[in-house]
């Protein structure tokens, strides 16, 4: 059921700013509707569950690690739905391919970690909301950070866990919010 407050949320909001930078990608764009290759295909969809491209520039001088992550605020839940989280990756990284977030982790930067996404799974899962809904938001978010590693971070941390540390060492963060919905 559609609420009136549901898109007017920024949960990025609520927490310390920090300077914006710039996240470009060939698949994804702001307030544009996910294609299929970025949706799921966990409940019988079409969907191929493919991180999108990404490429950032002009992030804050003294970066030392990216992490990169993409949420659902708009999920019918009291915590939203992390989709994909990707921590250590090195500084040298300003881009990641499409399908870096295949389960296998072959196409991310050597180093780089992902914590297991609120399915279960260690990679990208694509967007999959329940018919009717109104479209929901996909944040695409790469966190420009000052320590090369979050080693405080274990391989079984929630994305929430890994938010803590996000916020202590995040420089910058740059953004994209494309949508998708499946009408009734």
């Not at 992902?114 to 399915?119: E, F, H, I, K, V």
Request: with cysteine.
């Amino acid at each position: 059921m559609e609420t009136s407050m549901h898109h007017s949320v920024d949960p990025y909001d609520a927490l310390p700013p920090v300077p914006a930078f710039t996240l470009r990608s060939d698949d994804i764009a702001d307030g544009r509707t996910l294609g299929v290759a970025q949706r799921s295909a966990i409940f019988g969809r079409p969907g191929e569950d493919r991180s999108p491209h990404l490429r950032w520039s002009g992030y804050p001088v003294g970066a030392m690690s990216f992490a990169v992550t993409c949420y659902d605020p708009d999920a019918v839940t009291v915590s939203g739905f992390w989709h994909w989280v990707v921590h250590d990756i090195p500084a040298s990284v300003n881009e990641l391919p499409a399908g870096a977030g295949n389960i296998d982790g072959k196409a991310l930067p050597a180093g780089a970690k992902t914590l297991t996404n609120d399915a279960g799974q260690r990679g990208f899962l694509g967007a999959a909301p329940s018919p009717g809904e109104a479209p929901h938001r996909y944040m695409f978010v790469v966190h420009a950070l000052d320590v090369p590693t979050l080693d405080d971070v274990p391989t079984t941390a929630s994305p929430a866990w890994l938010g803590f540390r996000l916020v202590a060492h995040g420089l910058g963060r740059a953004r994209l919010t494309p949508v998708f919905g499946i009408p009734a």
